[in-house]
């Protein structure tokens, strides 16, 4: 008897991974049911809504290749907040990073046309990862040197490179006939593809997808499999104690906001040279604060922050048909919003699946009692 | 009616992969102050969680004053009249006591505070708490800040009183308060549990005792009749040696040289000046100071954790005064630190991870920068197997989900594994019972005679003497003496962390 409770009560929520995954889809499922009960507070059916979402987001290749570019810069940016998580800091300044990575990686994209095409694709992740790391190493370093919080350095960050894509937009790649904004890069300079746009009806699909892959995967390596990671997470979860047994706090930080800051350089790239083909002066984007959602949806696991942009990609790209039934789109926001604040009480429901699955194995003993009887 | 304050009966607690609380029985009796003994993690903290309302039994009655009642939160506990003294305190540093003390009972939205002051006053004079309202949690020592805890309590007007391991954070003098105080208490007719391990304490102040061993109940038993020895065994299940067993020294070079060493504390005044000490090889030197007398900022100095003033540290000759606290460490310092929940382990990750914090970046447990799990599980599994560690799911379970003498078992396994030419310990055995103590003095000890050096830091006298060859006495961060321990007494070493010496 005493072998069998022990066998019942392990599986499943006994899995960090399946545990945290059941957690996400409860709060997603609560999102929509509260969204649901808004559409309904305005007098439209909400099945048809969320119909219309699905719809919107993937119902032809076009509108799937579109929802996949458009999420390629939350898995990037969502990783960068995860990564930074992970190792205990805030990483709120994907915005900045984006801007640098994007506006780097432009002015490569309209002055280095001689490279062959892989070593010119790869010339371009350099200089938008590398921009976007020392967006965030500095803050780092600021951090590491003079105890200056991460969340204020990186929002600094942010308005620093707003400022320079203002001016450098203007000075170095400006579109002559509309000054607020860059010319557009050619697509053999971007990373949009003949052959992808002609498989998915000339979306905007890309293969920063596949750079956004590649980054999920080294970014699980390096923090599952590696020293490094090791390392870091060992400074996110206890400084006093990694201080303690010899890790280079400090050291461990910058890198930490350099690996963050260059993900959400990648961003930068796959957004204004894959999902959009131009940057516009005065505008910030969005996506770098996306970011923390996805990152807190998808629990800081890089297999979860990719699921999760992929699922408040199709949100935001989903949207836009909720007009054909009278329904704002604001709605779609407001489900993102309520996802976020029932993550915040994930400890709660957590607590609520582990009670129904004690109540169910218990069911399970009495019901074996019996019969034994 | 009994006249029980309460009762638990046939309490079962289980958890995953593990039954803390196996149909336990304990009855208290109104103004008694009844000790809970049991070793770590054999149930007594999760009993009185239960009794308390931070968790549900799975089983089992509780009567509190003859009733049958349900306690599903601290509050429900709060409302019968319980009140708890954590391990580890619930203050707001820089609150005032008052504040403290009314937090979560400010009555109104504009709250009295004067009022409150004048309880707060009436209740510490009463009881002989000597707390000053007003007076600031970061300013006050801890011993202080545990009489904070129970003037809450008593606020709050509980009359059955939790203490859990309430002296594992105190310095012998303030353990004297603290017995004074519960007598004080029951007098005056509050009931009175109290968790530990330690046999004198329940010698000095419990009328009976509960023994549970391995989340079963053992035996109650009159605490006057029985001596320490008899419940000491019924708490670990065999008969157990108080005193360590250990051969003459055979002291060889010295390991560890401090010169001349000048450390700076947080209030930025020298907390460690013009210190000197050798620890040899084969050897265990004591130092004996009361709490708060540079014994932390000396360890962190030699350790690297704290930057020196002047002055400079050796180890095995070489000049370690400069060199990074990982350097420090490949060249064979261990160290069990004074805060294992803040220093000794990450709480939140599992014991593996604990158990190589150190040596990770090391071959075998990680080549080329890569992790090789399984050698980290094997050598992690080692430890916990050789070292007793106790937990509900062996080498992954979350060190924060350990007992508090379970994970200091952890974090002696650990230094004493990584086999260190110096070993610096800093109470090693402090929250821990009979049996473990037993057992990481005879590990100290066969350190010293595998020829390692071995500087111990403890705030326990017995231990001291117990265990080292020879005693420093550290007083306001000056040595007053090194002393032979065979040459000297409890007397004239207490005499010293007074800062007096005697002049030869």
């Known amino acids: 008897m005493a072998k069998n409770t022990v066998k019942i009560k392990k599986p499943l929520m006994e899995i960090p991974f399946i545990k945290s995954m059941i957690v996400s889809l409860t709060t997603v499922l609560l999102g929509l049911i509260v969204g649901g009960i808004l559409i309904i507070a305005i007098g439209k059916n909400p099945i048809e809504g969320f119909q219309k979402i699905v719809f919107g987001a993937v119902s032809n290749t076009r509108r799937v290749g579109n929802t996949i570019a458009y999420a390629t810069q939350l898995i990037l940016v969502g990783l960068s907040v995860a990564f930074a998580f992970k190792t205990g800091l805030f990483n709120i300044g994907g915005a900045g990073q984006m801007l640098m990575g994007g506006l780097m990686a432009s002015i490569w994209a309209h002055n280095v046309t001689f490279l062959p095409q892989p070593i010119y694709y790869l010339s371009l992740i350099l200089v938008a990862g590398i921009s976007g790391a020392i967006w965030g190493l500095v803050p780092g370093l600021l951090k590491a040197k003079f105890n200056v919080h991460e969340v204020v ?62 980054a999920v995967v080294v970014i699980w390596f390096i923090l599952e499999k590696t020293t490094l990671g090791f390392n870091l997470k060992a400074v996110g979860s206890n400084r006093y104690c990694a201080e303690y047994a010899g890790i280079k706090v400090n050291r461990s930080i910058v890198i930490s906001m350099g ?24 505008k910030s984007p969005s996506e770098g604060f996306d970011g923390i959602a996805v990152a807190l949806l998808g629990n800081s696991n890089p297999l979860g922050v990719f699921i999760s942009a992929l699922f408040f990609g199709m949100l935001k790209m989903g949207k836009g048909s909720l007009t054909a039934i009278g329904i704002p789109t604001e709605i779609a926001d407001t489900i993102i919003a309520i996802i976020i604040y029932f993550t915040a009480t994930s400890v709660i429901i957590q607590g609520f699946w582990e009670k129904i699955i004690k109540k169910h194995s218990e069911k399970k003993l009495l019901k074996q009692a019996k019969e034994e009887k | 009616m009994s006249n029980y304050v309460i009762e638990m009966l046939g309490i079962r607690k289980e958890f995953p992969g593990i039954v803390a609380n196996d149909n336990i029985n304990l009855q208290v009796e109104e103004g008694e102050i009844h000790a809970i003994l049991g070793e770590n993690g054999a149930g007594k903290s999760t009993l009185m969680s239960i009794l308390f309302g931070l968790y549900q039994a799975d089983k089992g009655v509780i009567k509190v004053r003859g009733k049958e009642v349900s306690i599903h939160s601290p509050n429900d506990a709060n409302d019968l009249g319980i009140g708890m003294v954590h391990q580890h305190f619930q203050l707001v540093h820089n609150f005032t006591v008052a504040e403290n003390i009314i937090l979560g009972k400010e009555g109104s939205f504009v709250y009295d505070i004067k009022k409150a002051s004048k309880k707060i006053k009436e209740i510490s004079e009463r009881y002989g708490l000597a707390i000053e309202p007003d007076m600031v949690i970061e300013d006050i020592t801890v011993g202080m800040q545990q009489r904070v805890e129970i003037l809450k309590m008593l606020y709050r007007d509980a009359d059955i009183l939790i203490f859990d391991e309430p002296t594992a954070v105190l310095t012998p003098q303030e353990i004297d308060e603290l017995m004074n105080i519960m007598r004080n208490l029951a007098a005056e007719g509050k009931s009175i549990i109290i968790i530990t391990h330690k046999l004198e304490e329940i010698k000095a102040v419990a009328k009976r005792c509960t023994v549970i061993r391995r989340g079963k109940f053992i035996d109650i038993v009159d605490v006057a009749t029985t001596s320490a020895a008899e419940m000491a065994a019924l708490m670990v299940g065999r008969p157990v040696n108080f005193k360590v067993e250990k051969q003459e020294s055979v002291p060889g070079e010295p390991i560890l040289s401090v010169k001349n060493l000048n450390v700076m504390n947080a209030k930025k005044v020298l907390g460690v000046s013009d210190f000197s000490l050798d620890v040899r090889a084969g050897e265990i030197v004591g130092i004996a100071g009361v709490d708060g007398n540079g014994q932390s900022e000396l360890v962190e100095a030699i350790c690297g954790l704290k930057p020196i003033e002047s002055g400079s540290v050796y180890l095995n000759g070489k000049d370690i005064t400069n060199i990074s606290i990982k350097e420090r460490n490949d060249l064979g310092l261990a160290h069990i630190p004074e805060d294992r929940q803040k220093r000794g382990l990450i709480l939140n990750a599992p014991l593996t991870t604990n158990m190589v914090i150190k040596e990770f970046d090391k071959a075998p447990f990680s080549s080329k920068g890569i992790l090789n799990y399984s050698e980290i599980e094997e050598y992690s599994k080692k430890i916990i197997e050789r070292f007793d560690v106790r937990s509900g799911e062996g080498i992954n379970s979350r060190a924060g989900k350990l007992s508090g003498g379970n994970q200091q078992k952890a974090i002696v396994g650990r230094e004493i594994t990584s086999q260190p030419e110096l070993l610096i310990a ?79």
């Open chain 1, 153 to 214: 350095g990186t929002i600094m960050f942010n308005w620093i490179a707003y400022w320079i894509v203002y001016d450098a937009v203007k000075v170095f790649i400006v579109d002559p006939t509309i000054i607020v904004k860059s010319k557009p890069i050619p697509m053999q300079q971007s990373l949009r593809t003949e052959w992808l746009a002609s498989i998915t009806q000339h979306s905007y699909f890309n293969i920063g997808f596949f750079i956004a892959i590649i």
């Open chain 1, 259 to 282: 690996i963050a800051g260059c993900l959400a350089g990648l961003a930068g790239l796959t957004y204004f040279l894959g999902f959009s083909n131009i940057m516009e002066i005065g």
């Open chain 2, 426 to 504: 800093v109470n090693p055995t402090r929250g821990l019972d009979v049996g473990a103590i037993e057992y990481i003095h005879k590990e100290l000890v066969a350190e010293r005679d595998k020829g390692k050096a071995v500087l111990l830091i403890s705030f326990e006298l017995d231990e001291i003497f117990n265990l080292s060859d020879r005693i420093a006495v550290i007083n306001a961060g000056k040595l007053i003496d090194i002393v032979n321990t065979k040459e000297t007494d409890a007397h004239s070493v207490g005499l010293m962390m007074a800062g007096i010496k005697k002049e030869a």
